[in-house]
């Protein structure tokens, strides 16, 4: 198991906690999201859009668990209650009322948010020297600019 180093500056190692916690959060709003916009999509896409939401709501899921087993493993404390997530993130409920367009284009604003806020996590992650938190969170990003971006090419972008 890999620690951060102990002469680190402590100020750091809580902003990254900070840090991926805001994570956690804003995956636990995006996997409610993302149900929500599953069973609410309708239309002539419904077919490609709901198959593609359960995809992500999966991915979403995945990712909270990946980002909260490695906050535990540096010795941090995953948010863990619905209440904690929506007081962390910056991540908008669904309304139920979005068309099928809507509901696409708040999830390519989504990701286009995740992916900056991980670019900062990787930095904090970088200043500590957590090599395996870095790689972690650069992978997310990948990840999360490759989902906006075939959001971007459905909506003919």
Do not use: C
Not at 115 to 126: F, N, R, T, V
């Amino acid at each position: 198991m890999e620690t951060v180093k102990t002469n680190v500056n402590v100020d750091t190692t809580v902003e990254l906690h900070r840090a991926l916690n805001k994570q956690v959060a804003d995956w636990s709003v995006l996997y409610t999201k993302l149900h929500n916009f599953h069973w609410y999509v309708k239309g002539s896409n419904f077919f490609t859009l709901h198959a593609k939401f359960e995809e992500f709501y999966n991915a979403a899921a995945a990712r909270m668990d990946e980002v909260a087993e490695r906050l535990l493993t540096i010795g941090g404390s995953p948010a863990a209650t619905l209440r904690e997530h929506l007081a962390l993130t910056g991540i908008a409920e669904a309304t139920g009322r979005e068309t099928a367009d809507e509901m696409v284009e708040a999830l390519i604003r989504d990701f286009r948010t995740e992916a900056s806020e991980l670019q900062d996590a990787i930095e904090i992650a970088g200043s500590l020297d957590d090599k395996a938190t870095e790689d972690m969170l650069i992978g997310l990003k990948a990840e999360v600019e490759k989902d906006a971006w075939m959001l971007e090419a459905y909506l003919g972008r």
